[in-house]
C-alpha cells in the first residue's frame, strides 16, 4: 500500500508498464475506488490512477462503471488454474459489473479484466465492500494488478516484514505484505484507504498491527463495513513454502515434492478458521457492556448484521422478557416467545410492518423454529423453499412475509444458559449471497452460546433488580398528597452503587384531631437485612403512632422495641406531629439530620434546632421535643443523610445546600423535592439511599372546626344531631346533612352510654374532607359486631362503615376518639 508520487502517466502500453514499475520493490499497489449513491467516483487514490491508468482529476465525478469496463472473464484452463494458485476467486458472488451498480448489499470479490487506456486490458483481483452510514458514499471497491501478484512482487520483502505489516481494516481478504519501516510510515499512509481516518487513529491502528504481528479488525466510526466476505482470507504463501523456499536456497540442486496445491489448502483453511475466531473474538467484546437486558438484546443482533449475515431476528421466552424466574422445562407449542429485536440490511421499514419487533406467538412443531428451541441445536436450512415459506408464513395473520423470507438461507441458533433455552435468532441471508454452510452452522453455535450467557447475566440481573425493586417499594408507604391541613410529597431514591435496597424510609399517619405524623427514619446499614429492619421498624412506628403517643415518647418505645429485637437494630428516626388547627409542629429526634423549616412569608429557610438524641437501639438515652409554630403555607423538609452526605466532604456543606435549595420557588411539591435532588445529586459521589419528604403546612382556619360538648344524657344525643345539622347549612353542605346526623347520632350514643364520667366531645372538622370526631374516656375500642335479628345492639358501626368515605378509631391519653370521614365537593 504506497501513497507514490503523484504525476501525470503518459499513455501507451509501456509508459503504463513504467509508471508500475515506479512503484518502489516490495510494494504491490492497491486501488482504492469510493462511489457514491449515485454510482458516481468520490474518491480515487495513486494507487487506483497507476493500475487503471487514470488520473484522480479525470476519475473523481465520473460514473465508476465508465471507468472500470469490464472487458472479459478469465475463460481459459491455464488462466484459470494460475488464478486460482495465486488466490483468486472467480466466480464467488457477483461481478464487478453488477457491484457498480450500487444495489450490493454484501461483501463480494472476484477476477475480472477491464479495458485500459494504453493496453490491451488489465488482470484485476478486486473486493467489493457497501458502506452503511450518513454520508453519501455507498461502496468501496479495492482491486490489485493479478500479475504482479502472481510474480510475486515484493514476496521477499513481505517475509522479511512478517505478518505484522498486514493491514486488513477494510479488507483482510487482501493482505498487504509491505516493507514499511515502522509504525509513523504505515500510519501516514493509513488514510490513502479511509480518508475520513483521523492522524491519531491510523497512528494507534498502526502501532498495533506493527506490536501485536496479526491484521488490525474493527470499524470506523462513520462506516459499518463488513470485514470480509464469507468464502475466507487467502494468504500469499503458507508456512510449509516458505520453508520450502528456503530449503531449495540452501540446496539448489536437490529436487522436492511439489506441495504448493497443498500449501494454499492448507492456509485457505487456516484463514478461514482464523477469521471466524476473530469475528468470535470481536463479537464477544461486543456484547454484555451493561447488565441492561434490553441493551444487551440490541448489541447482540448487531454484531452479526451485516457481517454474517443480512437479518436477525431475536426471541425470548415470555419469562425472560417479564423479568420473572429462570425459565423452566422443554418449550411446547403453547410456549409465547417475544421478538425483541430486529436488525437487517434491507431498505428501512420492509421488515417493520410484516414482524414488528415487540409481538409475541408460539411457534408449531413442523417449523424449523421449534426444531430449535426443543433440542437446544441450530437448524440449518440452505434455501427456504416455496413450500416451507408457505408453511413459515401461516403464523402471520393477515400478513404475507413470504417475499421475505423465501429463497434465502437460513440458520436458527438456540440462546442457552446451563441448558435451558432462553431464546432464538433466526438468521437470513440474501439470496445472492453465498449459503450457510457446516462451518457457519458451528460459528453460529458458538456465538449463540457466548450471546446466551450474557444474555442470562442480564436476565438474572433484571430478575434481582426486579425483586429488589418490588421489595423497596412493599415497604414504602404509598402516601395521599393531601392530609389535613397540609400537602405531602415525597422521593426515594437506592443506593447508586449498593443495590436497590436499603433502610430509608417515609411514613405520613393520621392522627385524631386532624392531626398528621411525618416520619423519616434510616436503619444503619444496606441491602436486605437493612431492609427487613426499616419494615419492622415502620410498623411499630405506625402502631406506636395509632395509640396517639407524645414524639419523645413514642421514640422511647420504639428504642425499647430495637433493643429487644437485637443489637444490630439501630436506625436514626425522627418522627414530628402537626396539628393544623393551633398551628404548630411538635418534634423528637433520635440521632437524625435536623429538619428543614421554609417560612411562607420571607422565603427565609432554617434548619431547626432540635435536640439530636441517640438513635434508636442504643438505650438509656432519653428523647426531648419541641414545639415549633408555624404559619399557612410554611413547608417542612425531612430527609435522611444519604441526600446530604458525600464522601469527603463536610456535611455541612450538604445541610447548607439543603437549606438553599429548599427555599428555592417552585411551582408545586413535586418540582420543589426535584430542585432539591438536582442540587444534592450532582456530584456522583452518593453511595448511600435517599428518603425525601416535604409537607406544606396549610393550616385550618378557626371557622372550620366547631366544638361541642356533650354530657352524660342520652338527650344529648338528639342535641348533637341538631348543632351538626345546624353547622353543616351554614358552611353551604346541606346535602350532607342526612348521613352526617345519622352517623354522629350512633357514635355520640355509644360515647355517652359507656363513658366514665368525663363528658364526650364532638367536633366538625371542615378541610378537605368533613371529618367528624367522637371523644369520650373509655378505652375499650369497639369493634363491628354480626347483629342478628333479634340483637338490640351491634348495628351502629355497620351503618358508619356503609355510608362513611372513611372511618376509624384510636386511643388517646384520655380514653379513644372513633372518627368518621365525607367527600367534600370540590370547591
Not at 2 to 16: F, I, K, L, M, N
Not at 110 to 133: E, K, N, Q, T
Not at 338 to 367: I, K, N, S
Not at 471 to 483: G, N, V
Amino acid at each position: 500500500m504506497d501513497r507514490g508520487t503523484e504525476r501525470d502517466v503518459p499513455s501507451g502500453r509501456g509508459a503504463v508498464h513504467r509508471a508500475v514499475a515506479d512503484v518502489p520493490a516490495g510494494r504491490v499497489p492497491l486501488a482504492v475506488v469510493v462511489v457514491d449513491d449515485d454510482g458516481l467516483v468520490s474518491h480515487w487514490n495513486s494507487g487506483a490512477r497507476r493500475l487503471i491508468g487514470r488520473a484522480k482529476e479525470e476519475a473523481i465525478g465520473r460514473p465508476a462503471a465508465d471507468l472500470l469496463p469490464v472487458s472479459g472473464a478469465l475463460s481459459d484452463a491455464g488462466d484459470e488454474a494460475a488464478h486460482r494458485s495465486h488466490g483468486g476467486y472467480d466466480g464467488l458472488g457477483p461481478g464487478l459489473e453488477s457491484s457498480l451498480d450500487g444495489r450490493l448489499s454484501y461483501p463480494a470479490a472476484g477476477r475480472a479484466r477491464i479495458a485500459v487506456p494504453g493496453r490491451d486490458r488489465a488482470d484485476l483481483l478486486w473486493w467489493a465492500y457497501p458502506l452503511v452510514g450518513p454520508g453519501r458514499e455507498r461502496l468501496l471497491v479495492l482491486a490489485a494488478d493479478a500479475e504482479a501478484l502472481r510474480r510475486g512482487d515484493g514476496h521477499e520483502d513481505a517475509d522479511r516484514a512478517g505478518e505484522a505489516a498486514a493491514f486488513e481494516r477494510v479488507a483482510p481478504a487482501f493482505a498487504l505484505h509491505t516493507d514499511f519501516p515502522g509504525a509513523e510510515e504505515l500510519a501516514r499512509r493509513l488514510p490513502e484507504i479511509l480518508p475520513s481516518m483521523s492522524v491519531g487513529e491510523s497512528a494507534r491502528i498502526a502501532a498495533q498491527v506493527l506490536e501485536l504481528g496479526y491484521p488490525v479488525l474493527e470499524f470506523s466510526r462513520n462506516d459499518r463495513v463488513p470485514v470480509t466476505p464469507d468464502w475466507g482470507v487467502p494468504r500469499r504463501a503458507g508456512r510449509r513454502a516458505r520453508r520450502e523456499r528456503a530449503a531449495r536456497a540452501a540446496a539448489p540442486g536437490l529436487p522436492l515434492p511439489e506441495q504448493r496445491a497443498d500449501d494454499e489448502g492448507e492456509d485457505l483453511e487456516y484463514a478461514a478458521v482464523r477469521e471466524r475466531l476473530e469475528f468470535l473474538n470481536e463479537v464477544s467484546g461486543r456484547i454484555g457492556t451493561s447488565l441492561d437486558l434490553a441493551r444487551t438484546i440490541v448489541e447482540v443482533s448487531r454484531t452479526v448484521v451485516p457481517r454474517f449475515t443480512d437479518v436477525a431476528g431475536t426471541y425470548l421466552r415470555e419469562q425472560v422478557v417479564a423479568g420473572e424466574g429462570f425459565p423452566e422445562g422443554v418449550p411446547d407449542t403453547r410456549t409465547m416467545w417475544h421478538r425483541v429485536a430486529l436488525e437487517h440490511t434491507d431498505e428501512p421499514g420492509r421488515w417493520d410492518d410484516v414482524v414488528p419487533v415487540g409481538e409475541a406467538m408460539p411457534f408449531p412443531a413442523h417449523t424449523p423454529f421449534f426444531q430449535c428451541m426443543t433440542s437446544g441445536e441450530p437448524v440449518l436450512v440452505p434455501r427456504i423453499s416455496e413450500e416451507m415459506g408457505h408453511a413459515i408464513a401461516s403464523q402471520f395473520e393477515k400478513r404475507d412475509i413470504r417475499p421475505l423470507i423465501s429463497h434465502r438461507s437460513m440458520l436458527v441458533v438456540p440462546l442457552k444458559a446451563r441448558d435451558v433455552v432462553l431464546g432464538f435468532m433466526i438468521l437470513l441471508r440474501h439470496p445472492e449471497r453465498a449459503e450457510f454452510n457446516d462451518m457457519d452452522r458451528v460459528t453460529g453455535a458458538e456465538l449463540a452460546a457466548r450471546a446466551g450467557l450474557v444474555l442470562d447475566n442480564a436476565r438474572m440481573y433484571t430478575y434481582q433488580e426486579s425483586v429488589a425493586e418490588t421489595l423497596q417499594d412493599s415497604m414504602l408507604p404509598s402516601i395521599p398528597a393531601r392530609m389535613a391541613g397540609c400537602d405531602i410529597a415525597t422521593r426515594y431514591l437506592p443506593g447508586t452503587l449498593l443495590g436497590r435496597v436499603g433502610g430509608d424510609w417515609f411514613d405520613s399517619v393520621k392522627l385524631p384531631g386532624a392531626r398528621t405524623a411525618l416520619v423519616v427514619g434510616d436503619v444503619m446499614g444496606h441491602g436486605l437485612n437493612s431492609a427487613a429492619m426499616m419494615g419492622q421498624l415502620r410498623t411499630a412506628v405506625q402502631t406506636l403512632a395509632a395509640l396517639d403517643l407524645p414524639p419523645a415518647q413514642l421514640l422511647r418505645n420504639l428504642d425499647d422495641l430495637a433493643q429487644r429485637l437485637g443489637d444490630t437494630y439501630l436506625a436514626t428516626c425522627l418522627y414530628a406531629v402537626y396539628d393544623p388547627i393551633a398551628g404548630e409542629v411538635c418534634l423528637a429526634n433520635a440521632g437524625h439530620i435536623p429538619p428543614v423549616l421554609v417560612h411562607a412569608d420571607d422565603g427565609r429557610s432554617e434548619l431547626l434546632d432540635l435536640p439530636t438524641g441517640a438513635p434508636v437501639g442504643v438505650g438509656g438515652v432519653p428523647f426531648e421535643a419541641v414545639r415549633v409554630p408555624v404559619r399557612p403555607g410554611d413547608r417542612l423538609v425531612m430527609c435522611t443523610d444519604g441526600l446530604v452526605e458525600v464522601r469527603g466532604e463536610d456535611i455541612g456543606v450538604g445541610l447548607a445546600t439543603l437549606c438553599a435549595s429548599a427555599a428555592h420557588p417552585a411551582a408545586s411539591m413535586d418540582d420543589a423535592c426535584n430542585t432539591i435532588i438536582r442540587a444534592l445529586n450532582t456530584g456522583g459521589g452518593r453511595k448511600d439511599d435517599v428518603a425525601l419528604l416535604m409537607a406544606r403546612l396549610n393550616g385550618i382556619e378557626p371557622d372550620d372546626v366547631a366544638e361541642w360538648p356533650l354530657a352524660r344524657d342520652p338527650a344529648e344525643v338528639g342535641r348533637a344531631r341538631a348543632v351538626v345539622r345546624e353547622r353543616l347549612h351554614e358552611w353551604g353542605l346541606a346535602h350532607l346533612a342526612g348521613p352526617a346526623e345519622l352517623m354522629v347520632s350512633e357514635l355520640a350514643t355509644n360515647a355517652v352510654r359507656h363513658s366514665h364520667g368525663r363528658p364526650v366531645a364532638l367536633r366538625l372538622v371542615r378541610a378537605d374532607t368533613l371529618l367528624c370526631e367522637v371523644d369520650d374516656d373509655d378505652h375499650d375500642l369497639p369493634t363491628l359486631l354480626s347483629a342478628g335479628p333479634a340483637d338490640e345492639s351491634g348495628r351502629g358501626l355497620r351503618v358508619v362503615s356503609a355510608l362513611a368515605r372513611e372511618w376509624g378509631t384510636s386511643r388517646t391519653s384520655t380514653g379513644k376518639t372513633v372518627w368518621f370521614e365525607l367527600t367534600l365537593p370540590r370547591r
